[in-house]
């Protein structure tokens, strides 16, 4: 993507040629385009790298320099890892001091594809779920003194219990709408408030879709037959995003972010690095690449999916065993962990090894990690070096087959993570 500058009140118009940054993806001078922090093997299909990062790191955030430093580091991962990563739908972002992840492109992550069948699908367990429960409530009163009492009371109370009954179902949840429960009529713009996010141009649309017949509309006011309705989701970034993981991105903010330099949102296949962290040295981290140690994460679990005659298996089982070997050695003295972070478990152990085989030494004092380099690696942990040499260099048949990830695909934020609502329905 290539960042938009914005123009001033009252400025002229300039050429198209001149009003527009220089073009950051320098493919033919790929060896020149590289930090020199970096370390990488000669690349013969640098045309095809160039799309597949253009396709994966959204750039539109970045000023011209920080777009430029992140490129030259990235560029030292090989094209077909950067295909295969592209192919897992990966997203690199950073994220801007101040900001949280729904001011980034992330949103897009947790935006699914099929919202508009799940509009629909709501829509039919909304509908039967209604008409169930009236029929079932008709026929026990249907034969009681007091039928029109009965009926008067199920339509007072019958908002929560419908909600309560399509929350206890597995559908609504799954699909992530939350229904509202109605005390009287109420204008579009409540409801629209009430979801929460950004305006939505199709709000009334998706509501018509969502609740059929139930939706009753008087002048600009709007109620249901059965005093309630589902609500869409919410728009972040323009994209639809269930209301739970709106409220993950935005807890997912700049302090957070900030603490631990980036993060690999792997169920999200996203890769986010706070911008402070971008620059080379960069405060508190100096020379740690903080970008190609969390893309080793993204890495490692792309190469877990491969299936290749059980090539992923193989990986996971050598890395645990790698780091199991490492672990008890440098009890007794032999410490081949090429920093304090590659020792807390096999995941970052690997990450710590993709970010040591892709960085040199640069010997100025700044390395936060001074062995966390090729050379070290190389010399100091020779199976762990060749194992990640043997990813980046594997000649990789083009109709390779990854497992599926391995989440549920309705539920992309770690569900640990997310705040809960403590009434899982709105009341208006
Ligand atoms: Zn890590």
């Known amino acids: 993507m290539i960042q938009k500058i914005a123009g001033g009140l009252g400025s002229q118009p300039r050429p198209r040629a001149e009003s527009r940054p220089a073009e950051p993806f320098c493919a033919s001078l790929d060896q020149a385009c590289l930090s020199s922090t970096v370390v990488a093997a000669p690349e013969s299909d640098f045309v095809a790298k160039e799309q597949h990062l253009k396709s994966v790191l959204d750039t539109s955030n970045l000023s011209q320099a920080q777009a430029n430093q992140v490129l030259s580091e990235l560029r030292a991962i090989p094209s077909q ?14 994220l801007p001091p101040g900001q949280d992840l729904s001011h980034t492109s992330a949103a897009r992550q947790f935006s699914p594809a099929d919202y508009e069948q799940r509009l629909k699908r709501a829509g039919d367990c909304l509908q039967s779920t209604v008409q169930r429960l009236d029929t079932e409530n008709h026929q026990r009163w249907e034969r009681m003194p007091d039928a029109e009492m009965q009926e008067g009371l199920w339509a007072m109370q019958q908002g929560p219990i419908i909600a309560e009954e399509l929350i206890a179902g597995p559908a609504v949840r799954q699909l992530g709408f939350v229904p509202a429960v109605l005390s009287r009529p109420v204008r579009l713009e ?17 509501m018509k879709l969502l609740n059929r017949d139930l939706l009753e509309q008087q002048g600009d006011l709007f109620s249901s037959t059965h005093r309630l309705l589902l609500l869409p989701y919410p728009r972040c970034q323009g994209q639809p995003v269930r209301q739970d993981h709106l409220k993950y991105l935005k807890g997912q903010n700049d302090q957070m972010l900030r603490a631990s330099m980036g993060t690999n949102y792997w169920q999200s296949a996203l890769v986010v690095v706070h911008q402070e962290f971008l620059p080379d040295p960069a405060p508190e981290a100096g020379h740690h690449r903080v970008m190609l140690h969390e893309v080793g994460h993204a890495i490692d679990h792309l190469v877990d999916r491969i299936q290749d005659g059980g090539y992923g298996q193989n990986h996971r089982q050598l890395v645990q065993r790698l780091f199991q070997r490492d672990t008890v050695d440098a009890r007794e003295g032999q410490d081949r962990f090429s920093s304090p972070r590659a020792k807390d478990n096999p995941r970052e152990y690997f990450a710590e090894a993709v970010e040591s085989y892709l960085t040199r030494d640069q010997a100025d004092g700044q390395e936060s990690k001074p062995n966390n380099n090729h050379d070290w690696l190389k010399a100091h ?13 594997r000649a990789y048949s ?8 391995p989440e549920n695909p309705e539920y992309k934020a770690p569900p640990d993570l997310l705040a809960r609502t403590r009434k899982p329905y709105l009341e208006l």
Not at 190 to 206: D, S, Y
Not at 381 to 393: G, M, Q, R, S, T
Request: no cysteine; charged share 35%; proline share 6%.
């Open 381 to 393: 942990n020779p199976e762990l070096f060749a194992h990640v040499d043997e990813i980046f260099k």
């Open 190 to 206: 409540e409801l629209e408030e009430a979801v929460g996010g950004e305006h939505n141009p199709e709000f009334l649309k998706e």
């Open 398 to 405: 083009d109709d390779l087959k990854l497992d599926p990830m």
């Open 81 to 94: 890892i950067w295909k295969m990563l592209a192919r897992t739908g990966l997203r690199i972002v950073s």
